[in-house]
């Protein structure tokens, strides 16, 4: 935990939007301003609600899209496109879908051998043989099924083949988009259990993108939290879910069940919906929710501060609430 | 039941699912498609022995047996089972000849229409809009005309020949590949294993061709049986009108517009050679519809 694999400074996205003939297009803010830092053997979590910009910090991360604004470095290294195609191979990324992440028409064993087609030219067809079973074995699948389609494969074994499909090219960073949310809870843990064995292992940065809370404290690090394509809060895990300073996030943290029923459980309810992000209000984007909310949050954005634990909010919560 | 060799599979066990046998299982489902296999087997043997199979030349004449009817009828004999046609040629060996073509014509017209329609439908899947919109308004254009009358305008240009009415139909047909194509295209590229393959950093030929094309197979394949039959009516018409195959070639549309005016004298004559059209085209549609069946995962029955 040394120097930082990653660094993210005010990195954004905006899409157009509805643009035809007679109207300029209106630039929809799905990312407006994101700093993070990624370290070897650590895991980031960033969670929010639907919508807050998780997936297009992924596809930013993963090179799929360019960054509007802002700027991506990995190892000390800036990312520009023209650098991608060498710098993929240390980005890799695991989808929540594990239905839709393989190719149904492609063995297993081609699925993991892909990536090694494309980026290693100077292996052998043996030593790529021999590699992906190599890997296969590693997340926790057997010799047998090297040789099968992806439709033989319950969605738990499907999400270790597309982590065992991440991993073949040694990455540093793995972005794991939900990488548990589409699977029974049993299954859940097996998989993250898998994850936090592999970090281990491998010494991998991991951008954990998730909406659950009880799986983000059982994975987590580093915390963001996001809202409307903006961080809140971040912070040690531990930090933040004992003393959220954001009133979002107690919010969130309030929404999570416990497996304690003795511990007396005040949720908050946040009333309204998620302003659009094409017409975001001049103030604090949460204001118009917050319960706590003064006439300068309406008119002021204001800027995350703190030291460790960083909140975004003109009127944090002390650490008693 | 002693020796675990001898033991049945247990029902269910993880085998290799063969796709093929899936595929049979629903097919075999559909009656009609079953029927239509078995006869387009018998139409594509007798195209691909029709040599050995014809009793006599399908050219040559026979100037004793001008319009002798089927053997079943007063005047037929055994020696042109199906009678002759105005010119004393035997009609069984001209069907059987024109089989041939009629197959000819299909497979031909399906592989160029196809590959044409399914190349041109993957670069507007991938291409900038722009490019996108152009080429499928030019496709739109070619589908605003009735096909047979753009055909008909092709051969004109070209000069009338089996040779050229293939390359007309072709024309006329692609298009339907083109649109089939970009659109499961467009659906297959919003999957998270297209981007995956992208995040692994595949070129953009590399997906197109191996990550995108074989998942939008399915559908091409059921088109492709069904304009099978498109184009043999498409080149039995134009035979007909005069603009395709050219006498004396045994072709079935040409067959039916030289015995044009012996309809109320021998009804053989113009009867069997549009049956034969009848029979085949109805054929490769069953089949077709039971190819949808089996291999679209949407019509599936569980």
């Known amino acids: ?321 | 039941m002693s020796s675990d060799a001898t033991v049945p599979r247990k029902e269910g066990a993880p085998e290799r699912p063969g796709l093929l046998r899936e595929f049979w299982y629903y097919f075999r489902e559909n009656r009609g498609a079953v029927f239509g296999l078995w006869i387009f087997a018998a139409f594509a043997f007798c195209a691909a022995f029709a040599p050995y199979l014809v009793l006599h030349d399908p050219t040559e004449q026979f100037r004793e047996h001008f319009l002798q009817p089927p053997v079943w009828q007063d005047g037929g004999d055994w020696l042109f089972p199906l009678g002759t046609d105005p010119l004393g040629r035997d009609i069984a060996s001209r069907l059987i000849a024109g089989a041939r073509l009629s197959f000819f014509v299909g497979v031909v017209v399906v592989a160029v229409a196809a590959s044409g329609g399914i190349l041109i439908g993957l670069l507007a899947g991938f291409a900038p809009k722009w490019l996108d919109a152009i080429i499928m308004r030019i496709m739109d254009i070619i589908l605003a005309f009735p096909s047979l009358l753009l055909a008909l305008v092709l051969v004109t240009i070209l000069g009338p020949s089996l040779v050229n009415a293939m390359i007309a139909i072709a024309i006329v047909l692609q298009p339907h590949y083109v649109r089939l194509t970009r659109a499961s295209v467009l659906a297959e590229r919003q999957k998270d294993y297209v981007t995956a393959a992208r995040v692994v950093g595949a070129s953009r030929l590399r997906l197109m061709v191996v990550t995108v094309l074989p998942n939008c197979l399915a559908p091409i394949i059921v088109q492709g049986a069904l304009s099978f039959s498109t184009a043999i009516l498409d080149a039995a018409a134009l035979g007909f009108l005069g603009m395709g195959a050219q006498p004396p070639t045994p072709e079935w549309g040409t067959m039916l517009a030289e015995a044009r005016e012996f309809i109320l004298r021998a009804w053989w004559v113009v009867t069997l050679p549009g049956l034969a059209i009848l029979v085949s085209v109805l054929a490769i549609n069953l089949m077709g519809d039971g190819l949808r069946d089996a291999l679209d995962p949407r019509l599936k029955r569980s």
């Open chain 1, 1 to 321: 935990m040394n120097a930082p694999v990653m660094t993210a400074r005010d990195l954004a996205r905006h899409y157009p939007v509805g643009g035809s003939l007679f109207s300029k297009p209106q630039a929809l803010k799905a990312l407006s301003g994101v700093d993070f830092e990624l370290f070897p053997g650590r895991t980031l979590a960033v969670v929010g609600e639907s919508g807050c910009g998780k997936s297009t910090l992924a596809r930013l991360v993963t090179m799929i899209e360019e960054p509007t604004r802002g700027t991506l470095s990995l190892s000390g290294k800036p990312v520009t496109p023209t650098d991608w195609r060498h710098l993929r191979k240390d980005v890799q990324i695991v989808f929540q879908d594990p239905y839709g992440s393989l190719n149904p028409r492609q063995r297993i064993g081609t699925i993991l051998q892909e990536p090694l087609v494309i980026n290693r030219p100077d292996l052998s067809t043996a030593d790529r043989v021999a590699r992906a079973r190599e890997m296969l074995g590693l997340v926790g699948l057997r010799e047998e099924h090297f040789d099968r389609y992806p439709h033989m494969f319950s969605g738990g074994q499907r999400q270790r083949i597309a982590v065992a499909r991440a991993l073949m090219l040694d990455p540093k960073v793995l972005v794991l988009d939900e990488p548990v949310s589409a699977l029974d809870v049993s299954i859940q843990s097996a998989i993250l259990n898998l994850l936090v064995d592999l970090q281990e292992r491998l010494n991998l940065a991991y951008l954990f993108i998730s909406h659950d809370l009880s799986v983000v404290r059982h994975i987590a690090d580093d915390l963001i939290v996001m809202y409307l394509g903006r961080a809140v809060e971040t912070g040690p895990k531990q930090a933040v879910f004992d003393a959220p300073r954001h009133p979002y996030t107690k919010a969130l943290l309030s929404a999570t069940p416990r497996a304690d029923p003795t511990v007396k459980h005040e949720r908050i309810k946040l009333q309204g919906e998620l302003p659009s992000p094409l017409d975001q209000p001049p103030g604090c984007p949460f204001a118009p929710r917050c319960w706590r909310a003064q006439p300068r949050c309406h008119d002021e954005r204001p800027e995350l501060t703190g030291g460790d634990q960083r909140a975004a909010c003109h009127y944090p919560l002390d650490a008693a609430g």
